[in-house]
């Protein structure tokens, strides 16, 4: 990837895959140096991928993916796309990650001609607005040195909790299961709507499974809880900016087994639901 850009010129270039070959795509990493890759990345990247093969007026409404296999950080990524029906008012791609010759990475994506109909929509929570909250790094200042500094890198997302993340709650005490985070491209991104939809995608991986953690009291990055995405499903309602706020509503129904559950509703800044994300974790304690 490109060095000298800003987090979120990192994060569009990473969203601008190279295409090699007729449905074929390779997905640059990012120059930081990872254990593994990020599971909203290859997300994101599939759905570039998918999205490529397909005509502009037909945008993502619904998107399925399993994490296979850890992505190695240190190569390119290709993405293969299956072009499995055209029709009438729907479009289907599958879209398969691979590196080192093995599928990392599962998505099925479908795509809608727009189309009038019934509407209703739940109401989106009543939280303070993320003008008077601290940003993730002001917030995790006293966390500073954990996690090799993650908490208070320069990123591509604004994130903004209501709540307390699960290392600050960690340090409270357990409470509900549930996270309420605002969130907005860190910067203007360019009017093209599946880069916003793709960006929003990248974050949405970003928060979801620590409504899993906050009940038990547990955090990332304090040796007490080993997470990974196992499957991500999105439904996409309307239209949207990723570069302008929106509530990321997020609750833990179960865990159990070694995995958590986790649901997530997107509300745009004036209170229209414009995205559903389900997600299942792997959570493994020590004594596990």
Request: glycine fraction near 10%; include cysteine; hydrophobic fraction near 35%.
């Amino acid at each position: 990837m490109t060095t000298g850009l800003s987090p979120l010129e990192q994060l569009i270039d990473l969203l601008d895959l190279e295409r090699i070959e007729q449905d074929i795509f390779r997905g640059k990493q990012p120059t930081e140096s990872l254990q593994r890759v990020f599971g909203g990345q290859v997300a994101g990247q599939a759905l570039v991928a998918a999205g490529r093969t397909v005509p502009a007026d037909r945008p993502v409404h619904s998107l399925h993916a399993y994490f296979l296999r850890p992505g190695d950080p240190s190569l390119p990524i290709v993405y293969e796309v299956d072009r499995i029906r055209d029709g009438r008012s729907f479009t289907t791609r599958r879209v398969v990650g691979v590196q080192h010759g093995r599928a990392i990475f599962n998505l099925q994506a479908s795509f809608q001609l727009v189309e009038d109909g019934m509407t209703h929509e739940t109401a989106m929570p009543d939280v303070p607005g993320p003008e008077g909250l601290l940003t993730l790094s002001e917030r995790m200042e006293p966390y500073a040195d954990e996690m090799g500094g993650w908490y208070t890198r320069p990123r591509p997302i604004d994130v903004r909790y209501v709540d307390d993340p699960p290392r600050i709650a960690k340090d409270r005490g357990t409470r509900e299961p549930r996270s309420r985070v605002w969130m907005r491209a860190d910067g203007r991104l360019p009017d093209d709507p599946l880069l916003h939809v793709c960006a929003v995608t990248f974050a949405s991986d970003m928060t979801l499974l620590d409504s899993t953690l906050l009940a038990h009291g547990r955090a990332w990055g304090t040796g007490d809880v080993m997470g990974a995405s196992l499957d991500h499903a999105m439904w996409f309602h309307r239209e949207f900016r990723a570069d302008e706020w929106w509530l990321y509503d997020q609750d833990s129904p179960w865990t159990g087994h070694n995995r958590g559950l986790s649901r997530g509703s997107i509300y745009t800044r004036d209170g229209h639901l414009a995205v559903s994300v389900v997600q299942e974790g792997l959570l493994r304690t020590p004594r596990s």
